[in-house]
């Protein structure tokens, strides 16, 4: 135990979650001498290294005691509701349910959640211990926010159990929103349509319409172009 003062550099262990096709995989690729975890095996056009035939989770824990693995500086979760689902498979499996429905009072669902709190140990020792950055890759759900204080809303979320999104928004030091960013051209009746894309607007801090966090000094939106300079200048902010 110590008192210190000031900022302390560390790892960055984030989420980038967003549409399908919105460029996360794309994004990560640029992180610092990556590997991806292709749980869903969607990284096959993009020239990355990667882990690929995840069968299960079981064979997902087992990517972890690879050798190889260590000579990376970034691991990349891709992505982490598909991991999910092959949480939920092998919750069913231990205990004889074919769904993780099937469970009575949500105890299939606190039984993933405890998966996901042992493995989120496991990639902080990483972080700590082994200096990796970490990045989850989501996709996203709307989602309706019940608000105790004002009427409730729809907003972009993780495509996540909430107790598990809940719990590992809490760990993370930032949950980043991407979309893509687009010119507008204005048509006769007033209406504005998408002409031309431009790039991608990442969102760094919560909204009415979008879940997001960080503990970096960010800008609360982020515009990014597509070229690698424009990438690699994104994770020189994750200071």
């Not at 200096?131 to 019940?146: L, V």
Request: proline share 2%; aromatic share 12%.
């Amino acid at each position: 135990m110590e008192i210190n003062q000031g900022k302390i550099d560390t790892p960055f262990f984030i989420i980038l979650y967003g549409a399908a096709g919105v460029g996360k995989s794309t994004l990560a690729s640029f992180a610092p001498n990556p590997i991806f975890l292709d749980v869903e095996n969607g990284t096959k056009k993009l020239n990355v290294n990667r882990i690929s035939g995840i069968k299960d989770f079981d064979e997902f824990l087992d990517c972890f005691k690879l050798n190889e693995i260590k000579q990376y500086d970034t691991i990349v979760i891709d992505s982490i509701d598909f991991l999910e689902q092959m949480i939920f498979e092998h919750v069913c499996n231990q205990h004889g349910k074919k769904t993780i429905t099937d469970f009575d009072y949500g105890k299939g669902f606190e039984q993933a959640q405890k998966k996901w709190v042992t493995l989120l140990k496991s990639f902080k020792s990483l972080l700590e211990n082994h200096n990796k950055n970490i990045i989850f890759i989501a996709h996203e759900q709307i989602k309706r926010f019940d608000n105790p204080l004002a009427e409730s809303f729809d907003r972009y979320s993780l495509r996540l159990n909430q107790k598990s999104c809940s719990y590992i928004v809490a760990q993370v030091d930032a949950v980043l929103f991407v979309s893509k960013s687009f010119t507008f051209k204005e048509l006769e009746d007033k209406r504005k349509i998408p002409r031309e894309e431009m790039g991608r607007k990442i969102y760094t801090q919560e909204t009415a319409s979008i879940l997001a966090k960080s503990r970096y000094s960010l800008n609360t939106v982020i515009t990014i172009g597509n070229s690698k300079d424009d990438y690699l200048k994104f994770y020189s902010l994750l200071k």
